[in-house]
């Protein structure tokens, strides 16, 4: 597995997760039991964000691997632990439906583990 399929990975993960937030908030909301906003502002705060980075994992995931793309996976890697630290407390601890994001999101940090330290590309 190489830095190009975990990034279209978490491309995809972020457009997937992104556009529910963005478009549906009020789906996501209730899916997670989540009592929503009002306005469903902030879920839509999120999808477009999420959207951003999507946008920033596919178009960096055929870059040659140099100091900038090392940094998005960097970037992208504390994006995914943060995230799914926070599914996993919402689990556990709120009692929200977060166990499939959860997997998701833990597979995506195994593979951005594995590309930043385990088996690292050479710089371009």
């Given at each position: 597995?190489?830095?190009k399929?975990?990034m279209?990975a978490?491309?995809a993960?972020?457009?997937?997760?992104?556009s529910?937030?963005?478009l549906?908030?009020g789906?996501?909301?209730?899916?997670?039991?989540i009592?929503?906003?009002?306005?469903?502002?902030v879920?839509?705060r999120y999808?477009a964000?999420?959207?951003?980075?999507?946008?920033?994992?596919?178009l960096?995931?055929?870059?040659?691997?140099?100091?900038?793309?090392r940094?998005i996976?960097?970037?992208?890697?504390?994006?995914?632990?943060l995230?799914?630290?926070l599914?996993?407390?919402?689990?556990?601890t709120?009692?929200?439906?977060?166990?499939?994001?959860f997997?998701?999101?833990l597979?995506?940090?195994?593979?951005?583990?594995?590309?930043?330290?385990m088996?690292?590309?050479?710089?371009?």
């Amino acid at each position: 597995m190489g830095s190009k399929t975990v990034m279209t990975a978490s491309a995809a993960a972020f457009g997937i997760f992104g556009s529910g937030w963005f478009l549906l908030p009020g789906m996501m909301y209730k899916y997670w039991a989540i009592v929503p906003d009002p306005n469903e502002y902030v879920g839509r705060r999120y999808g477009a964000f999420m959207l951003g980075l999507a946008v920033i994992s596919w178009l960096a995931r055929g870059a040659p691997n140099t100091r900038a793309r090392r940094a998005i996976l960097m970037g992208s890697l504390v994006a995914w632990v943060l995230t799914d630290a926070l599914s996993l407390y919402g689990a556990l601890t709120l009692g929200l439906n977060a166990w499939p994001a959860f997997g998701v999101e833990l597979a995506l940090v195994a593979g951005f583990v594995w590309v930043l330290f385990m088996k690292p590309e050479p710089e371009a």
